[in-house]
C-alpha cells in the first residue's frame, strides 16, 4: 500500500482531521467530521463546514463520499457523489449533503458527516481518431447486460 503525506490545516477549534474508524490496512476512506451546526429540513440540502483546507499534492484527488449508515437509518447523503477535491483548491473542504429523509436531522461538530478517500489519477492527452478499433461490447450502453 503506497502511503503520502498531505498537509492540512484548520479554520476552527472544532475541526477534527480525517481518520480511518479501523485501520487504513482495512478501510479505504477515512471519516470526515462537521466543525459547525447545520439542521436540515426534508427535502432540504446544505454545505456543511469540516474546518479543514488540505494541500493535496499534485497527481492526487481527494473524493468525498457519502456514509452508508446516515442513508440507512437517516436518508441523509450526499448531493454531489463523489465530491472531487482537487490538488490545487485551497479553500475549507465542505459536504454537500441532502435530507431525502422525512424527519428533521441535525449535525452538530463533530459527527461524521462523508468519508475521505485519496487517489491518484493521469494526466490525459485526446487524440483524435477518424475511427476506434471494435470491442465485444460495441455501443452496448444503459440495460445491455440485460440487468
Same mark, same amino acid.
Given at each position: 500500500?503506497?502511503? &503520502?503525506?498531505?498537509?492540512?490545516?484548520?479554520?476552527? #477549534?472544532?475541526?477534527?482531521?480525517?481518520?480511518?474508524?479501523?485501520?487504513?490496512?482495512?478501510?479505504? @476512506?477515512?471519516?470526515?467530521?462537521?466543525? !459547525?451546526?447545520?439542521?436540515?429540513? %426534508? @427535502? +432540504?440540502?446544505?454545505?456543511? @463546514? $469540516?474546518?479543514?483546507?488540505?494541500?493535496?499534492?499534485?497527481?492526487? !484527488?481527494?473524493?468525498? *463520499? #457519502?456514509?452508508? =449508515?446516515?442513508?440507512? *437509518?437517516?436518508?441523509?447523503?450526499?448531493?454531489?457523489? %463523489?465530491? $472531487?477535491?482537487? #490538488?490545487?483548491? *485551497? =479553500? !475549507?473542504?465542505?459536504?454537500?449533503? &441532502?435530507?431525502?429523509?422525512?424527519? +428533521?436531522? *441535525?449535525?452538530?461538530? @463533530?459527527?461524521? &458527516?462523508?468519508?475521505?478517500? &485519496?487517489?491518484?489519477?493521469?494526466?490525459?492527452?485526446?487524440?483524435? !481518431?477518424?475511427?476506434?478499433?471494435?470491442?465485444?461490447? =460495441?455501443?452496448?450502453?444503459? =440495460?445491455?447486460?440485460?440487468?
Amino acid at each position: 500500500m503506497d502511503s &503520502i503525506t498531505i498537509a492540512v490545516t484548520t479554520l476552527h #477549534p472544532q475541526a477534527q482531521l480525517p481518520h480511518c474508524a479501523h485501520s487504513p490496512l482495512e478501510e479505504a @476512506g477515512m471519516d470526515l467530521f462537521a466543525a !459547525e451546526e447545520v439542521c436540515l429540513a %426534508p @427535502g +432540504e440540502w446544505a454545505t456543511v @463546514g $469540516t474546518g479543514l483546507i488540505l494541500e493535496i499534492p499534485p497527481g492526487y !484527488e481527494g473524493q468525498v *463520499r #457519502p456514509r452508508s =449508515g446516515l442513508a440507512l *437509518r437517516h436518508g441523509v447523503t450526499l448531493l454531489n457523489s %463523489p465530491g $472531487t477535491i482537487d #490538488p490545487g483548491y *485551497r =479553500g !475549507e473542504v465542505r459536504v454537500l449533503m &441532502i435530507n431525502h429523509g422525512k424527519a +428533521e436531522f *441535525r449535525i452538530g461538530p @463533530g459527527d461524521r &458527516i462523508a468519508q475521505l478517500i &485519496i487517489g491518484s489519477y493521469a494526466a490525459v492527452e485526446w487524440k483524435l !481518431e477518424p475511427a476506434l478499433s471494435g470491442s465485444a461490447r =460495441g455501443v452496448g450502453g444503459f =440495460g445491455s447486460t440485460g440487468v
